[in-house]
C-alpha cells in the first residue's frame, strides 16, 4: 500500500504565503489598472511661445518622445515642440512665478500635471522690476492680465484650441505668483493691509522687500498706464481650482460674491524665512470660509523648495539662494509629494459636478 503524503505545517505555511502572495499581485495589478483609468499618464510636450512681447511656457500631453535637454538651469526630460494630443480634451491650469521668476522654475511641477492631462499656461511677469512703491497695485493688476493675455495667446494657436477644455480653468501660484493666483480666481487684493500688517508685526524679511524692486531679467517691462486703486478687484476668470505654495499673503481679501473658483490648496512652509507661514499661509487659511479649503498644511520646508532643483552643472549653485537647500533637505522628495497633492486636488477639481 502506498504511504499515504504528509504535509508538514511549515509546507502548508510556505503554501498559503505563495497563495496570499498570488492574490495580492492581482490585487495590485487590478488597482495600478484601475489607478491608470482615472489618472492617465501622458508624454509632456513643452514649447515656448511669445506673444506681444509676453513670453510663453505651455506643458502639454502629446505622444511624441521625450528628449534630455537643457532649460536655463535645469536639465528636463521633455517633448520640446511636439505636437499634442488630439484624441481628448484637457483642462487648463495657468501658472505664476514668484517675484521677478522664471516659468520654467517649475518645471517639474507642470511636467506631473501634464503627464496627468492637463494643459499648463504659464507667463513670464515682466512687470516684475516695477514692484515697489506706488507702482505695487499696477504690477499686481498686471499679473492677473498677464495671466488671462497668456490664456487667450495659446488658445489662439488651433493645436491647442481644438484640445483645450475651457469649462473649467484652475490657477497655481508660488509666493507673489499666490496673489496673482487668487486675483484671478476673484479675490482682492488691498495694499493698505499690507502696510498695516508691517507696522504691527515682526516680519521683517518680507516687509523690507515689499519696496525694494528686483533686478532685470531680460523681459521688457511695460509701461503701467493704469490707474489702479490700493484696494482693487483684477477681473478674474478662473473657474476651478486655486492652489498657492509659500504664498504672499497679506495682500489678500476675500469677498465671497466676488470669488470663482470652487475650491483653495494652500501649503506654507515650515522653514520659509521670507513668507513666514504664520503670517501668510495661515492668514489665507483664516480668511477664505471652511467650504471654499479643500486642503490647507504647514510642511517641512523652505521658501524656494517649490523650485526644481538646479542641474549640477551650474557653476557656484551651492552658493544661489534659490538653489540652495538646508543640510539634509531632500528637495526632489518633497516636489515628489507636493506635486502628487497638486495633481489630486486638480483632478478632483476638475472632475466634481
Same mark, same amino acid.
Given at each position: ?188 487684493? @488691498? +495694499?493698505? /493691509?499690507? #502696510?498695516?500688517?508691517? !507696522?504691527?508685526? $515682526?516680519?521683517? =524679511? ?20 493704469? @490707474? +489702479?486703486? /490700493?484696494? #482693487?478687484?483684477?477681473? !478674474?476668470?478662473? $473657474?476651478?481650482? =486655486? ?111
Amino acid at each position: 500500500m502506498a504511504k499515504p503524503s504528509i504535509t508538514s505545517s511549515t509546507d502548508l505555511t510556505s503554501s498559503a504565503i505563495s497563495a496570499v502572495k498570488a492574490v495580492g499581485i492581482v490585487i495590485l495589478t487590478l488597482f495600478l489598472v484601475f489607478i491608470g483609468q482615472i489618472y492617465p499618464s501622458f508624454a509632456a510636450g513643452f514649447q515656448t511661445i511669445t506673444s506681444s512681447e509676453l513670453t510663453i511656457g505651455v506643458w502639454y500631453p502629446s505622444d511624441a518622445p521625450e528628449q534630455d535637454r537643457r532649460l536655463g538651469p535645469f536639465d528636463v526630460r521633455l517633448a520640446f515642440d511636439a505636437v499634442p494630443k488630439t484624441d481628448g480634451k484637457y483642462q487648463i491650469i495657468l501658472m505664476s512665478h514668484g517675484n521677478s521668476g522664471y516659468f520654467r522654475n517649475y518645471h517639474l511641477t507642470a511636467k506631473a500635471l501634464a503627464d496627468a492631462g492637463f494643459i499648463v499656461i504659464a507667463p513670464m511677469h515682466a512687470a516684475d522690476e516695477l514692484m515697489k512703491g506706488d507702482d505695487i497695485p499696477k504690477v499686481l493688476d498686471w499679473r492677473v492680465r498677464e495671466l488671462k493675455a497668456a490664456f487667450d495667446s495659446v488658445l489662439d494657436i488651433k493645436t491647442f484650441n481644438r484640445i483645450a477644455d475651457i469649462s473649467r480653468i484652475h490657477v497655481l501660484g508660488h509666493s507673489l505668483g499666490a496673489v496673482t493666483a487668487l486675483n484671478a480666481a476673484g479675490a482682492g487684493f @488691498d +495694499i493698505t /493691509l499690507l #502696510h498695516e500688517h508691517c !507696522a504691527r508685526e $515682526n516680519d521683517p =524679511a518680507f516687509c523690507e522687500r515689499r519696496d525694494r524692486g528686483p533686478s532685470q531679467r531680460g523681459t521688457i517691462t511695460p509701461d503701467l498706464s493704469l @490707474d +489702479i486703486p /490700493l484696494r #482693487h478687484f483684477p477681473e !478674474a476668470f478662473i $473657474n476651478g481650482g =486655486a492652489a498657492v505654495v509659500a504664498p504672499v499673503g497679506q495682500l489678500v481679501f476675500f469677498e465671497e460674491d466676488s470669488f470663482l473658483a470652487r475650491k483653495v490648496f494652500i501649503v506654507g512652509l515650515e522653514g520659509d524665512k521670507i513668507t513666514l507661514p504664520q503670517f501668510h499661509a495661515k492668514y489665507l487659511a483664516d480668511i477664505f470660509p471652511e467650504k471654499y479649503i479643500e486642503h490647507y498644511s504647514i510642511r517641512p520646508g523652505h521658501h524656494f523648495a517649490f523650485v526644481a532643483p538646479f542641474a549640477d552643472r551650474v557653476p557656484g549653485k551651492e552658493s544661489i539662494p534659490v538653489a540652495k537647500d538646508p543640510a539634509g533637505f531632500d528637495r526632489k522628495a518633497f516636489l515628489d509629494a507636493i506635486n502628487q497633492d497638486l495633481v489630486e486636488f486638480f483632478i478632483s477639481q476638475s472632475q466634481t459636478p
